[in-house]
């Protein structure tokens, strides 16, 4: 249409002057009425589809509100006033209603343009081939497949930044002397010149000495020049340098130190291998990360182990609620309650008398070394009474705990973060890169783990990702990856926080991420263990598991018996080595997993206020004041308040594909309390043939979702900390 053409519409149809009508209920509607003066008057676009199509413009303003003026009728004051008025209220409509979606639904669902930039793909295939989104998909089991980008998490993750800790380089590094067989301790001629030192310099160093778990000692400070040689009995030092201005540096350097005993121990044993291979075993651990945010925070790290040959144990499920009981499993074989009587944390020597693995290995010809950032909150130690002696031989807790004291920290969400020019898990990751390569030619066990990067937030690890795939690369380029079975793992997902109490958060919290490396040698010598970790990918298996692969990993060293001599993981008698095929057929109950853990099932939301779920939420409020009023033979109850179910905010039940002999129906519940306003996550067994004393089990532990700092102050036990609302907040 060109420029200037009239319309002439009328009830029939719409006939351009000169060309031939046109049926408007057959086409779409898209034209600028034009006036004489050449002005537009409207722009509209309607739907061919809609009511009875195109009407004339008396008919149009009383379905539309829009009054249309003839196109040969020159417009008057009134008509404009009426479009100005008219597109005022579309404009404030719109307007009321973006702001209630906004608020309503939440910002990232309204408009999710900032988050864009936080959206990284990875490429990879995880699935099970014949049933796409699903990681294991079996008649007892069936695990999700999760969308790491979707809106309800998302709208809370933000990609961070890493920022260096300082912007000048450390003043003194330390490297070991092939010659010597000893760390030499010297000054940084690089850095020296940014630190602007005039006349007046001198520097000393002091040994870090541990004294028990929670304490440690120092050496005197013994000065030097340029260089100084540390003795072999030192595992760590602190540096501290002057002018006559005041100290201006401050840093710490943890060591390998060559140990007389551990070299017997390993020439012993090298004499009897004849000259076989030994696989080491290095395991990197961090805390709450799932597998879907390891891709989600950490793409690039993600995509370099699906690019180079890792493989993924997709179905990775978690068998208790935080990183103690999981980390138990794997390392000795034991569920909480069984490494409560058997190894007791809150008795001085308890975990000492644990057949923890690091052990079997030692007692095999293997270094051993174990290292975790956050003192405070270490694995064995928070609220617990940690080793009396040295777990193992390398130990990175006295080093880590004097640094904490003494170099300067800064704290990101509740942890330290920058310890002096490092963050704090980066003094863990060259800890475990250092003790790889000094027994790069033996054999050694390493497991090292990490917190302050992950364990309060879905974001914060984001700042890790380029960090960690490069130190992926640095043990590549080391030469690590030759002969060390690499398992880099984590225990859980995240436990607390808004995306928690999500369907996605649900899941990801019992499936955290969990990749093997096999070393070539192996893989040659071995294709069977090739074949049964790439059929394992989309099997369930368990920290059991990994418990079992080590041992089998320690077979192939040939120092000891065949893996049926070693014992079984204790706790999970059919838990088995992930070399082996994992039946496809296994149920979370085959392998040690309660129901409130199993990610096998789907659900089904139903009403929360009906009068069954109702009395599964009193019978769980009931059954964590029994538990509270109990533990410790009662000993602790009088600190803290009973607690009432205040709500249910959500009820679902399992869809289960075979029918259970108890014929129990399986609940999961969301609910809050009062008085402590907590929100928690319930999974119970409802019998409904059985009196209402007896007919609701609670299974596993009951999950908490939101924090309970400042709570229950008064309670040092984590087994009941969660579950406590001291006395005097009342007050």
Same mark, same amino acid.
């Given at each position: ?132 989104? @699903? ?44 010659? %010597? ?21 001198? !520097? ?7 004294? %028990? ?330 920290? @059991? ?31 088995? %080595? ?19 853990? !199993?990610? !096998? ?65 399986? @609940? ?39 924090? @309970? ?23």
């Amino acid at each position: 249409m060109q420029t200037g053409e009239i319309f002439q519409c009328s009830d029939v149809g719409i006939e351009l002057a000169g060309k031939a009508k046109v049926d408007p209920t057959t086409q779409p509607i898209s034209w600028v009425l034009t006036m004489s003066d050449k002005r537009p008057l409207l722009d509209t676009s309607d739907n061919e589809n809609e009511g009875d199509g195109f009407m004339g413009a008396r008919d149009s303003s009383m379905t539309t509100g829009i009054t249309y003026k003839s196109a040969t009728v020159a417009p008057t004051f009134l008509w404009y006033g009426r479009q100005i008025l008219v597109r005022r209220k579309l404009f404030v409509g719109l307007l009321v209603v973006f702001i209630f979606s906004y608020f309503l639904i939440g910002p990232a669902d309204v408009l999710d343009l900032d988050n864009v930039d936080s959206i990284v793909q990875v490429h990879h295939h995880s699935g099970v081939l014949d049933n796409e989104g @699903y990681l294991v998909y079996s008649n007892q089991c069936r695990i999700v497949d999760l969308d790491p980008y979707k809106r309800d998490v998302m709208r809370h993750f933000k990609r961070v930044s890493y920022k260096p800790c300082k912007q000048r380089l450390p003043l003194t590094q330390m490297r070991f002397d092939d010659h %010597s067989r000893r760390y030499v301790l010297s000054i940084n001629k690089t850095a020296f010149q940014s630190y602007h030192v005039e006349n007046v310099f001198s !520097c000393c160093y002091m040994g870090v000495e541990r004294v %028990s778990e929670s304490n440690v000692s120092y050496t005197n400070c013994q000065h030097f020049k340029s260089k100084a040689q540390i003795s072999n009995t030192t595992d760590s030092v602190i540096v501290k340098c002057s002018t006559d201005k005041g100290q201006i540096y401050i840093n710490g350097h943890a060591t390998i130190p060559e140990r007389v005993e551990i070299q017997q121990r390993l020439k012993q044993w090298k004499r009897r291998d004849q000259g076989k291979r030994v696989p080491s075993v290095l395991m990197i651990g961090i805390d709450s990360i799932s597998r879907v945010n390891l891709i989600r925070a950490m793409p690039k790290t993600a995509q370099y182990l699906y690019d180079n040959d890792w493989f993924e144990l997709a179905g990775y499920n978690k068998i208790d609620d935080n990183t103690f009981p999981n980390i138990m499993a794997l390392m000795v074989g034991y569920n909480l309650s069984n490494a409560m009587k058997h190894c007791n944390p809150y008795v001085s020597g308890g975990l000492d008398k644990c057949d923890f693995v690091w052990k079997l290995y030692e007692k095999h010809g293997y270094a051993t070394s174990y290292g975790e950032d956050a003192v405070k909150i270490n694995t064995f130690n928070y609220l617990k009474k940690g080793f009396k002696q040295p777990p193992v031989d390398y130990y990175l807790r006295p080093y880590l705990s004097a640094a904490e004291k003494l170099l300067d920290v800064n704290v990101v969400l509740g942890l330290p973060h920058c310890l002096g020019f490092e963050t704090e898990s980066e003094h863990v990751y060259n800890y475990a890169l250092e003790f790889a390569r000094r027994y790069r030619n033996d054999s050694f066990f390493g497991f090292f783990w990490t917190n302050t990067h992950s364990h309060g937030d879905i974001s914060q690890t984001s700042s890790m990702d380029d960090y960690l795939r490069d130190y992926l690369q640095r043990l590549v380029a080391q030469g690590t990856m030759e002969h060390s079975i690499v398992v880099f793992f984590s225990d859980h997902g995240l436990r607390f926080g808004p995306t928690r109490s999500t369907w996605s958060g649900h899941l990801e919290e019992r499936l955290p991420f969990l990749f093997i490396w096999l070393p070539p040698f192996v893989r040659a010598e071995h294709p069977e263990f090739v074949d049964a970790l790439r059929q394992n990918r989309n099997r369930l298996t368990t920290p @059991y598991d990994l418990h079992m692969t080590l041992k089998h990993i320690l077979t192939l060293s040939g120092r000891t018996g065949s893996l049926e001599t070693l014992d079984s993981a204790k706790d999970c008698p059919q838990c088995q %080595s992930l070399l082996l095929p994992v039946p496809l057929s296994r149920s979370c109950q085959d392998v040690a997993i309660e129901d409130h853990w !199993c990610t !096998c099932w789907s659900y089904n939301a139903v009403k929360k206020n009906s009068k069954t779920v109702r009395h599964l939420g009193e019978r769980v409020v009931h059954y964590l004041n029994d538990y509270v009023t109990s533990f410790r033979n009662g000993s602790l109850a009088h600190l803290c308040q009973p607690l009432t179910l205040q709500g249910i905010s959500a009820a679902y039940k399992a869809k289960i594909s075979q029918v259970d002999p108890s014929q129990a129906q399986i @609940y999961w519940l969301t609910f809050s309390t009062a008085p402590n306003k907590a929100l928690y996550e319930a999974t119970v067994r409802y019998i409904r043939n059985m009196t209402s004393e007896d007919n609701v089990q609670v299974t596993g532990s009951v999950s908490r979702l939101n924090s @309970y700092s400042g709570e229950a102050d008064c309670m040092n036990d984590f087994a009941i900390k969660k579950y406590c609302y001291c006395r005097h907040k009342s007050g």
